[in-house]
Structure formats: structure tokens, C-alpha cells
């Protein structure tokens, strides 16, 4: 009896040791430290894609297919920020330690040198100075001046649902008087393009010319189609009929305002015929799913989870939907959709707007749930003459490295990932889950 008491006390003890060993603690321990300035030079090593970005000069309409209406900037997004002059020197050599107006000519006059000396080179080399294998190039159209080896193209594809007469829908605020003349713009370049005088008489014409014009954007380049929907109408789509959205195009294709009512019917067929085609050509769809810019951007009518009836519809289980911007500020809601075999997430704005201290949060969760899932952007934007798209690179790439080391750091520390695993998690989030998209 003495003996089996023994070998029972061995038996619970050991037992218990298994299972301390394997349990994940709550909280890091005092390694952590160590950890993260171990792991952090070899996440800096990794090549990234950066599968979001606006590349391209300030003075370049081109960058985007909208512009930014008056509105508030986040702190991190403001002049004030001093890492913005972290970002100059690291990038240029700039030699202050303030952006003042006097000192910020010198960063202008040097941008200029480099543009005139590289040329097509110099995007390039901002990409090599960070270790970015590639950036995708969300934009209205590409420019000569980006390489297209290292900058695929993703274009937009928001202006087919608009091509009749906006003028109710650009009085319904101030931000739609800057966008929706712009989407008119667009459609007008999509129609020059393919050779399109004047919207189609039938709608059978108008499909067809949505489809030659998603072809002929692939045989450009174009390696997926972008949505900024949420700014225009509500990010929730009816499932309308063909005859349905054929009868409104007969209705106003020559003329008429339509009202609210029919334009969101036709737009919402609209919507789910060029998702369908992205799985036809193999082309995935990106849709902005983040809070957005300018004083009128509704926050809950363009939630993320607005999306799920489209998301979780098995007609649509063969296009590759990315979640740009990862649905932030409802990011840990957001991941979920990524159980979806097809839906992917990214991460750009979120690091920029973020500080490294909170976006490691965010970044944690994401780990923590579908770690092959998930992908960087950095959202890269030439706010403005002084600081461009070469300063918000620098900021997106060094959040994200150092925010990710910190997160993987804390796993390790809790026994969440040995470190092998920690690092494979961090080329798939940094190069390997969106490369693979391409």
C-alpha cells in the first residue's frame, strides 16, 4: 500500500509538471525582455510584401481614386509627429531635428535631387532601404516612374457602380461632393480605355464592358481589384435579381436621377457581379473595411461585419477576398471572418495609426487565432509636399517589425510558440501569407 501511495504521488506529481509544462501562462515572464532583442534582429532580416500601399509623389492625381475631404488626423498622422523626422533622417540624411518650414526645404530639395538623379529607380530604392522585396501599388492608374516588378498594381473598381446621373447623391454631404464626381472621373477613364463612347444601351453591354475592362487591367498588370465602397453607401449589400438591376438600367441609362432606393439595388448587383468575376479571373477583391477619412465617413454603416452575408456565401467561395485595413477599430471581431478559407486580412493603416505599443495588441490577437491568415500593409500616402509616401513607408515598416517582435516576444515568454514557430509566423505575416496570394 505504502509502495502504491508512493507511485500514485509520483504519477500526480508528474502529471502535474506535464501539464504546467504545456498550459500557456497569463502573463509574460522576465525573459520577455530578452526575447524581443533576440527575435527583433532576425524579423528585421525577413523580406516583406507589403500589400498595401498608395506609392507616388505628392503631386501625382493618380495616387488614388478619391481625394481627402477637410477633416481631423489622427496624432501619429500629424506634422507634429517627431518620428516623422526619425523617418527623414533614416531615409535622407536629414540633418535637423524639427520639420519647421525652413528646415523642411532642405528634405523638399533633397527629394528632388534623388528624383532627377534615379528616376525610375528611386521608389525602388526607398523599397531597398527597408528591406521591401515588393509593394503593391493600390492606384487610380500606374506611373511610369514605378517599376512594375517591385510594385504590382491593384486598381479600383468602385466607379461601375455609379454611371448615372449623381447629382442626389453628391448633395448628401460635404464629402460627397469631393467623392462621387471623382468615381464619375473614373468610370469616364475605364470608358476611354476600353473605347466605350457612352454608357451601353442595354444592360447586357454594360456587364459586358465591366468584364473587358477587368481583362484588359490583368493583362496591364492589374493582380487584384480594390473597393473603397464604405465611403460612398453603406458597406451592406441586398441580393437583388438581374432583372432587378437590368430594369433600374433601362430606367435611367438615358437619362433621370435615380433615387436612393433604386441606385443601392442596382449597385448591390453591381457589386456581386464583379466579385464573381474576380474568382473568373482570378483576380482577389480588396475592400476597404477601416474607419475612414473626412467628417462624414459612418463608422457603423461601413463595419467590417456588414460584410459577412458576402464573406460566408458559398457562391462566392472561389474569389479571394483581403480585408484591407484589417476592419480597425474592430479588428478582434474582424479576424473571425478569417476563419473563411477564402478571406484574408491586412493589417495596413492599423500600424500607422496605431503606436507599437497598442497595435502589438492587435497584432497578438491575430497571431493568436488565424496567424496564416493575416498580412502587412503599410498604407503608404504622400500626405503632402514635405512628408510622402517615403516617410509613412518608414513608419508602417518599423511599427510593424517592432510590434510584431514584441507580440511574438510575450508568446514565447508565456509558452504560447516555441521560437521556431514565432519566426515562421512572422515571415508569413510579413512576406509569405500574401505572397502566396500572387
Known sequence: MRQLCRWLCVVIASG????????????????VQQIYERILPQIEKIPIFDHHAHPGFFDDPDVDAMAAPPGSA????????????????????YPYDDLSPEHANWLIQ???????????????NILDKLNIERGVANRA???DYLDPKRFPWVFFADAFMWPFDNQQQRARNPDQEVYIPLQEKMLRRWMQQEGVSKLPPDFGGYLAFVSRTLEDNKKKGGIAMKFEVAYFRPMRFSDPTREQAEAIYKRYVQGGVPGSDDYRIFQDYIFRFLIQEGARLHLPVHIHTAVGIGDY?????????????????????????????????????????????????????MEIYMYPSEFKHSLKQWLETFPDKITFGTDSFPYNETLGAEESYWLGVQSARTALAAALAEMISMGEVNETQALKMAHGYLHDNAAGLY
Open 74 to 93: 489622427a496624432l501619429r498622422e500629424r506634422d507634429s509627429n517627431p518620428e516623422l523626422v526619425a523617418a527623414a533622417k533614416a531615409l535622407f540624411g
Open 297 to 349: 465617413f459612418n463608422l457603423s454603416e461601413g463595419n467590417v461585419m456588414n460584410l459577412e452575408n458576402i464573406l460566408r456565401d458559398p457562391r462566392y467561395s472561389k474569389t479571394t477576398f483581403v480585408l484591407i485595413h484589417g476592419g480597425y477599430p474592430y479588428e478582434r471581431e474582424a479576424i473571425w471572418l478569417a476563419a473563411v478559407k477564402n478571406v484574408y486580412m491586412d493589417s495596413s493603416l
Open 110 to 124: 533633397k527629394k528632388a535631387e534623388l528624383k532627377s538623379a534615379q528616376g525610375k529607380a528611386y521608389f525602388s
Open 141 to 143: 492608374m500606374m506611373a
Open 16 to 31: 502535474t509538471a506535464i501539464a504546467s509544462f504545456g498550459q500557456a501562462r497569463p502573463l509574460p515572464g522576465a525573459d
